[in-house]
Each structure stands twice: as C-alpha cells, then as structure tokens.
Nanobody, 126 residues
C-alpha cells in the first residue's frame, strides 16, 4: 500500500526558506505525479505545486510563482518543495499527494489525487 510522509516544516520568519520533503513508500514500480497542497484555518485546501513523474511538466499557484520550486528524485521516490522568501500568508499545513500517471509520464495531477500524506506544518511569523 502506498504511503506518503512529509517532513521539513517548522517555524520561520518572513523572508526565510524551508525545504519540504515527501517520501513515497510501498511501491517503486508504478509512476506517480506528485503534488503539494496546503490548507490554512478557515480556507479551502489549495494546490501549491505539482510535478509529473517525468519531471518535464510542473505547475505553480500564482501566489508562489518565483518563490517556490518543486522537484523530484525518482530514484529515492521523493519530491521536494523549496520555499524561498516565505510570507506570513504561506502559513498552512502542507500536504503531499500522489496519483498514478495513467500511462502518461507528463501528467501532473492537480485533482483526483489518490494518496495523501499526513501533512507538515509551516508557520511563518513576521
């Protein structure tokens, strides 16, 4: 059974950086698109960034473009979210999610994600 485990969250000040990691376990055969979502209190869950298994296709929310970078290391079944120039508005519980590539290594997911991690908390103070 596929499991996702996020790490790297913490308490930082505005302008600082963090790198989140998400390790997929339970399968090293099937390819997955992997996305990062976040949810703050009182707000809907939103997609932050997404990356295809191939790594060729990525997506970023407008609010994080130019500041966040998603990447992956398929040999380690791991995706990363490098977060620079953090803002107070970035405070949220960040989730990693995965979905099968459906025979398309360039598929990036965004909706209909099949597997979810437990989340890692990012708190940005002013």
């Amino acid at each position: 059974q596929v499991q996702l485990l996020e790490s790297g969250g913490g308490l930082v000040q505005a302008g600082d950086s963090l790198r989140l990691s998400c390790v997929l376990s339970g399968s090293t055969v099937i390819s997955y698109a992997m996305d990062w979502f976040r949810q703050a209190p009182g707000k809907e869950r939103e997609v932050v960034a997404a990356i295809s298994w191939s790594g060729r296709n990525t997506y970023y929310a407008d609010s994080v473009k130019g500041r966040f970078t998603i990447s992956r290391d398929n040999a380690k079944n791991t995706v990363f979210l490098q977060m620079n120039s953090l803002k107070v508005e970035d405070t949220a519980l960040y989730y990693c999610a995965a979905t099968t590539s459906r025979k398309n290594s360039d598929y990036i997911g965004l909706d209909g994600m099949d597997f979810w991690g437990q989340g890692t908390l990012v708190t940005v103070s002013s």
